[in-house]
């Protein structure tokens, strides 16, 4: 079974610390997703990363980076933490093979963030 | 830009029931995933089909690409069947393609 791990489930920041989180999958897929959680927004795409040191925006990067040093890690740093960043963050991957839209994404359990 | 909409935002159902829950979209894709998401946060995926229907148990799910809709159903239902379901739409068809998120219905399923 593909497992996706993510570092913390309940994560307590103040606005202007620096934030990581971290996502580790164990079956060598190749793409990697950060997403967040809100109410009335549903899922939105922060960032993905389709192969090692490769990354691409997704629909809100202002105020995230990421960073893919290794192949089952992918990290999501928020470098001035704002309220505005409550919410809960989820990491997901997906084999990146040809046809990769035909593969479907595994979740992690997520990571509810507050900063305060 | 695909938008991605589904109805009804809740549904509250008796153990028992047959549930349908709907979801459209906007512009052509290459394929539509159902999610389930549980309290606590953890997403599981039930589908991803790109035409026709699929099932797996006392679930079904249905796509018309031509209407750009797809209708998830749940029948005999039960209240472990409560949770958030989430339709997701992949547009593209490279290793880049992604996905975009309904906002989800929530199901609360009583006994």
């Known amino acids: 079974d593909v497992k996706v791990t993510q570092s913390s489930r309940y994560l307590v920041k103040r606005t202007g610390e620096k934030v990581f989180l971290e996502c580790v999958q164990d079956?060598?897929?190749?793409?990697m997703f950060w997403y967040r959680q809100d109410p009335g927004l549903g899922l939105r795409l922060i960032y993905f990363s389709y192969d090692v040191k490769m990354k691409e925006k997704g629909d809100i990067p202002e105020g995230y980076s990421v960073s893919r040093e290794k192949k089952e890690r992918f990290s999501l740093i928020l470098e001035s933490a704002s309220t505005n960043q409550t919410s809960m963050y989820l990491c997901?991957?997906?084999?990146?093979?040809?046809?990769?839209?035909?593969?479907?994404?595994?979740f992690g359990p997520g990571t509810r963030l507050t900063v305060l | 830009k695909n938008e991605v909409e589904q109805s009804p935002q809740n549904l509250t159902a008796q153990e028992g029931e047959f549930i349908t829950i709907n979801c459209s979209y906007s512009v052509g894709i290459s394929a539509l995933h159902w999610l389930q998401q549980h309290p606590g946060g953890g997403i599981v995926s039930l589908f991803m089909?790109?035409?026709g229907k699929k099932k797996h148990g006392r679930l079904i799910a249905t796509i018309n690409i031509q209407e750009k809709h797809s209708s998830l159903h749940i029948t005999a239902s039960h209240p472990r069947d409560s949770a958030v379901y989430i339709c997701?739409?992949?547009?593209?068809?490279?290793?880049?393609?992604?996905?975009?998120f309904g906002e989800g219905t929530q199901l609360t399923v009583n006994p």
């Open positions: 997701a739409v992949i547009w593209g068809e490279t290793s880049g393609s992604r996905l975009t």
């Open positions: 089909l790109s035409s």
């Open positions: 997901a991957s997906r084999l990146g093979l040809d046809g990769s839209f035909y593969n479907e994404q595994f």
């Open positions: 079956m060598d897929h190749e793409n």
